[in-house]
């Protein structure tokens, strides 16, 4: 009952999107229509297709590159390819509109070197869709590299040495072998990736292009139409459930194997000009992914001669992290009741609501905000008239004034994360620990409490920080959402940001991509160590096969009676062996 009641909290925002989008005419809908939708519509599909294409060959090619390939450096950017996601996409583009805007250092630089006036010459504009999704494809690859990569590892070399000897080059058989057998993992990874894209803010924002999530901001705030916001909120929900439905209907008939059975895939040994490609094809991606936005954040706070730590910027980082904390804990605990619900109780209504549940990662912030503000404007406009009337006291805003509404959104947003983390680690404990605990009379949370919850640590600390991660990095929710007066990193910055006071942004963007750091870090190295345990398991079984097959007899491996056997009885005796 738990899990049920949790689980239709979180499809709140939505029911209630769908509830307001038909309390009014359609006549200013039809002016939208009209006007402005079709812009709308154009951006956010050209900006969701570029990044498509684009974290789609980054991170396909980095991780085939770090997996398959030996050249100087290869152990380094396996973990090093990981660190863009502690940079926002928003963050990245404040620096880079400070380094490519036409005032900016790369501009002036060139005017100086060649003597050119600002006619003279054309340079690419970064406020643009085209610099959106560069942006956002060096941030974002990285959910499509780790995914394809563990994809990678986890493929055996059988398949690949067969097309080799069938005469295809490495090159084609990567195209046609490896690609295809990690088709599912890069499409979840795309997926994520396309998702975010759709749910971005403060990049589109700060670039000047119109897609659907500054559309419903700036309807329901700059123009106080809430039935056209929840109706744009609705078709971009569309667009997503349109997307997920695509790349089912893409798998359909398909059936993908684990072929991990044999041994872990050779590596190819790159040398000359060919290992300095690779290295470079690994450089560029963490280059302007992190480094190109870390350290010009890093000059531009330096520049500023001002103390990084004020009493202002220490309120915003207790803010910040106050909010990543309590959300982080109370969505893990959220998604452990669903996903524990789920194993203990097989019933279709359970196992429906924990599928939907994990819904709001496909909705952006902006929409949940949206969704959330009905209810809960409600419910606070109901508390105050009971108050008033048994109490005479006006208590105020409880829900939509105060961060419970923020932590709402947030739970709603990143449950998914936690839920997909939660639910892996349950999947490894066996069901017949949970058998042996029952007949020795423990019940389900004694059982939770003494066998899966100290199993369970690794697994919910690395979904408490992805979610911690997310979190501190969401923007719109958090600005329609944060109560008065209550503000953080994020949204100091986007204030800078938008006030073209770039430099003074700087501090509480690189303040965001610290913090943020420490965690990518942690879980970059945690998988590392993972997948290197992996390889050596893999290894060691691939060993020992081969041993036991030089030291076997011909005869034993054949089937017949070795030379000096009188019968077949110890030769099936040695064969049992073997077989263990």
């Given at each position: 009952m738990a899990a049920i009641v949790l689980c239709g909290l979180t499809l709140l925002p939505l029911a209630a999107l769908i509830v307001a989008a038909f309390q009014s005419d359609a006549g200013a809908f039809a002016h939208y229509a009209q006007t402005v939708l079709p812009r709308y519509i154009a951006n956010t599909l050209a900006l969701a297709l570029a990044v498509a294409v684009g974290v789609t060959l980054v991170g396909v090619s980095a991780a085939w590159l770090v997996t398959m390939c030996r050249f100087p450096g290869r152990w380094f950017f396996s973990w090093a390819l990981v660190l863009p996601l502690a940079v926002p996409g928003y963050v990245s583009a404040y620096a880079y509109t400070y380094l490519l805007q036409h005032p900016g250092p790369v501009q002036t630089a060139l005017r100086n070197v060649t003597d050119w006036g600002p006619r003279d010459y054309w340079f690419p504009e970064i406020r643009s869709l085209e610099g959106a999704a560069f942006v956002l494809v060096m941030v974002l690859y990285p959910y499509v590299y780790l995914l394809a990569r563990t994809a990678f590892l986890q493929q055996s070399a059988t398949a690949f040495e067969a097309s080799r000897t069938l005469g295809r080059s490495p090159w084609r058989a990567f195209i046609e072998v490896a690609v295809p057998l990690a088709r599912p993992a890069i499409v979840a990874g795309l997926v994520l990736a396309v998702m975010e894209t759709l749910a971005d803010y403060g990049t589109v924002y700060h670039f000047g292009v119109e897609t659907?999530?500054?559309?419903?901001?700036?309807?329901?705030?700059?123009?106080?139409?809430?039935?056209?916001?929840?109706?744009?909120?609705?078709?971009?929900?569309?667009?997503?459930?349109?997307?997920?439905?695509?790349?089912?209907?893409?798998?359909?008939?398909?059936?993908?194997?684990?072929?991990?059975?044999?041994?872990?895939?050779?590596?190819?040994?790159?040398?000359?000009?060919?290992?300095?490609?690779?290295?470079?094809?690994?450089?560029?991606?963490?280059?302007?992914?992190?480094?190109?936005?870390?350290?010009?954040?890093?000059?531009?706070?330096?520049?500023?001669n001002v103390p990084w730590l004020d009493p202002r910027t220490t309120g915003l980082i207790s803010n910040t992290l106050t909010l990543a904390a309590i959300g982080g804990v109370v969505t893990v605990a959220v998604a452990m009741v669903i996903a524990y619900a789920r194993r203990l109780s097989r019933g279709r209504l359970t196992q429906i609501l924990g599928h939907l549940a994990g819904f709001g990662y496909a909705v952006p912030g902006a929409v949940i905000a949206v969704g959330l503000l009905i209810p809960l404007g409600a419910l606070d406009r109901a508390i105050n008239v009971m108050t008033v009337s048994v109490m005479g006291v006006k208590v105020g805003l409880i829900l939509t004034g105060t961060i419970a509404a923020l932590i709402f959104a947030y739970v709603v947003r990143f449950l998914a994360v936690s839920l997909n983390g939660v639910e892996a680690g349950l999947a490894r404990i066996s069901p017949s620990l949970d058998g042996a605990a029952r007949t020795l009379g423990s019940g389900p949370f004694t059982t939770f409490?003494?066998?899966?919850?100290?199993?369970?640590?690794?697994?919910?600390?690395?979904?408490?920080?992805?979610?911690?991660?997310?979190?501190?990095?969401?923007?719109?929710?958090?600005?329609?959402?944060?109560?008065?007066?209550?503000?953080?990193?994020?949204?100091?910055?986007?204030?800078?940001?938008?006030?073209?006071?770039?430099?003074?942004?700087?501090?509480?963007?690189?303040?965001?991509?610290?913090?943020?750091?420490?965690?990518?870090?942690?879980?970059s190295r945690q998988i590392a160590r993972s997948q290197q345990r992996s390889g050596r398991s893999d290894r060691r079984l691939f060993t020992l096969a081969s041993v036991r097959e030089e030291e076997t007899p011909p005869a034993l491996l054949s089937g017949e009676p070795a030379p000096g056997d009188d019968d077949g009885a110890s030769n099936g005796k040695s064969r049992s062996a073997i077989a263990a």
């Open positions: 659907f999530t500054t559309a419903i901001y700036r309807t329901w705030f700059s123009m106080g139409d809430r039935v056209a916001a929840v109706q744009l909120a609705l078709i971009l929900v569309s667009f997503i459930l349109l997307l997920i439905a695509l790349e089912r209907v893409g798998r359909r008939g398909q059936r993908f194997s684990d072929m991990r059975a044999s041994r872990p895939m050779p590596g190819l040994v790159l040398k000359g000009w060919r290992a300095g490609l690779a290295v470079l094809a690994c450089v560029i991606p963490i280059a302007s992914g992190f480094v190109i936005p870390a350290v010009t954040l890093f000059g531009l706070g330096v520049s500023l409490r003494r066998i899966h919850a100290p199993l369970l640590r690794g697994g919910l600390l690395t979904a408490f920080l992805i979610t911690f991660v997310d979190i501190m990095k969401e923007l719109p929710a958090t600005l329609i959402l944060r109560p008065f007066d209550f503000d953080t990193l994020a949204i100091r910055a986007h204030r800078l940001a938008s006030d073209e006071r770039l430099a003074q942004a700087a501090v509480p963007s690189l303040m965001i991509v610290a913090v943020g750091l420490i965690p990518v870090i942690l879980l």
